[in-house]
């Protein structure tokens, strides 16, 4: 049997001496940014977004992509709305913002989705305008979003400041390729066009065998590229 009395009324206080391991980021995240500044340090919350980012990098080398993405969006947002007093801790706020969104882009061009990596990495080239890592991968998301020009643009800048970089060059060679096949295939188009036009009956089997036998192979050529350097794994990671 209790030995409080009925009736009584129970006053207790309770002191936060730490988070929990698993939830830190989500327990700063679920606060109003008003509040959580005034709770807690510049320091408090870098150290969170730094945690959040090792975590990251560590699922990525296990090949869980879309959990490393989640991880890095954590930190981010923290890092977005964290309350800047001084020049050094904007800086630092800025470089690791620099390998968040880079290690995002990654997990988002292994996920199969171009678009999330185009923001995010619209983001760093901003920030960042000498980055070549951001180019790079713009120029993969463009590839992939089949807007090969845009996607060449970006390889170009990319090696501008990375002249020797092998990967940025055999991209860049991939992209071209991919749109002479599509100039091949425009001017053989047009000629077909003018060809039916002057004289249809005399071109009308040959069109047949035009389409037979080389449209269906252009246009599988045109959507299957292997990416060879996707196993950039690690060494691609912030």
Same mark, same amino acid.
């Given at each position: 049997?209790?030995?409080?009395?009925?009736?009584?009324?129970?006053?207790?206080?309770?002191?936060?001496?730490?988070?929990?391991?698993?939830?830190?980021?989500?327990?700063?995240?679920?606060?109003?940014?008003?509040?959580?500044?005034?709770?807690?340090?510049?320091?408090?919350? +870098?150290?969170? %977004?730094? =945690?959040?980012?090792?975590?990251?990098? &560590?699922?990525? $080398?296990?090949?869980?992509?879309? @959990? *490393?993405?989640?991880?890095?969006?954590?930190?981010?947002?923290?890092?977005?709305?964290?309350?800047?007093?001084?020049?050094?801790?904007?800086?630092?706020?800025?470089?690791?913002?620099?390998?968040?969104?880079?290690?995002?882009?990654?997990?988002?061009?292994?996920?199969?989705?171009?678009?999330?990596?185009?923001?995010?990495?619209?983001?760093?080239?901003?920030?960042?305008?000498?980055?070549?890592?951001?180019?790079?991968? +713009?120029?993969? %998301?463009? =590839?992939?979003?089949?807007?090969?020009? &845009?996607?060449? $643009?970006?390889?170009?800048?990319? @090696? *501008?400041?990375?002249?020797?970089?092998?990967?940025?060059?055999?991209?860049?060679?991939?992209?071209?390729?991919?749109?002479?096949?599509?100039?091949?295939?425009?001017?053989?188009?047009?000629?077909?066009?003018?060809?039916?036009?002057?004289?249809?009956?005399?071109?009308?089997?040959?069109?047949?065998?035009?389409?037979?036998?080389?449209?269906?192979?252009?246009?599988?050529?045109?959507?299957?590229?292997?990416?060879?350097?996707?196993?950039?794994?690690?060494?691609?990671?912030?």
């Amino acid at each position: 049997y209790s030995s409080i009395p009925p009736k009584s009324e129970i006053r207790a206080r309770v002191e936060l001496l730490d988070f929990n391991e698993e939830g830190q980021a989500q327990a700063l995240l679920d606060m109003p940014p008003a509040e959580r500044s005034k709770k807690h340090t510049f320091s408090d919350v +870098m150290k969170i %977004a730094e =945690k959040e980012h090792l975590e990251g990098n &560590e699922y990525v $080398n296990k090949g869980e992509y879309k @959990l *490393a993405a989640r991880r890095y969006v954590n930190a981010c947002k923290l890092l977005e709305e964290i309350d800047l007093k001084k020049d050094k801790e904007e800086e630092a706020q800025k470089q690791l913002l620099k390998k968040l969104w880079l290690n995002r882009s990654y997990c988002y061009l292994r996920i199969n989705h171009p678009k999330q990596a185009c923001l995010v990495l619209q983001q760093a080239i901003s920030e960042f305008p000498r980055e070549a890592k951001a180019f790079y991968r +713009m120029g993969k %998301a463009k =590839k992939m979003l089949k807007n090969y020009d &845009e996607s060449r $643009n970006y390889f170009l800048k990319a @090696l *501008a400041l990375r002249p020797d970089d092998e990967d940025i060059g055999r991209e860049l060679a991939m992209v071209d390729r991919q749109l002479k096949m599509q100039q091949d295939n425009e001017k053989a188009l047009c000629k077909r066009m003018l060809d039916n036009t002057t004289n249809p009956m005399a071109n009308s089997k040959s069109d047949q065998s035009y389409n037979g036998g080389t449209s269906s192979t252009s246009k599988g050529r045109e959507i299957e590229i292997d990416d060879d350097d996707y196993d950039e794994m690690v060494e691609q990671l912030e």
